[in-house]
């Protein structure tokens, strides 16, 4: 069984910064990608950012120059840096991976539970 933990959202004011973090567990061979997606109430769940293993990234425009996604092989752990903050990057912070547990298993994507970052004015 895997799990994706994220950690690190809150409130912080216009202008601020957070660090989340996302920890896999469990059966893991290998994590083919990693990423963010964002989500707001009555929305669908947005793409925020991702990294393949081979250090592909990939930015939704919105958060350019603002937001750096990396990652950890050896902790199995994901970052998403946010900079710069604004009341519109305000929702719930989903952490997805592409993961294989097993050699010989196909690969399966993982999702968190989520974690709320505000940013107030």
């Known amino acids: 069984q895997v799990q994706l933990v994220e950690s690190g959202g809150g409130l912080v004011q216009a202008g601020g910064s957070l660090r989340l973090s996302c920890a896999a567990s469990g059966r893991i061979f290998s994590i083919a990608s990693m990423g963010w997606y964002c989500q707001t109430p009555g929305k669908q769940r947005e793409l925020v950012a991702t990294i393949t293993s081979g250090g592909n990234i990939n930015y939704a425009d919105s958060v350019k120059g603002r937001f750096t996604i990396s990652r950890d092989n050896a902790k199995n752990t994901g970052y998403l840096q946010m900079n710069s903050l604004k009341p519109d990057d305000t929702a719930v912070y989903y952490c997805?991976?592409?993961?294989?547990?097993?050699?010989?298993?196909?690969?399966?994507?993982?999702w968190g539970q989520g974690t709320q970052v505000t940013v107030s004015s």
């Open positions: 997805t991976a592409v993961i294989r547990s097993m050699w010989y298993q196909r690969e399966n994507e993982y």
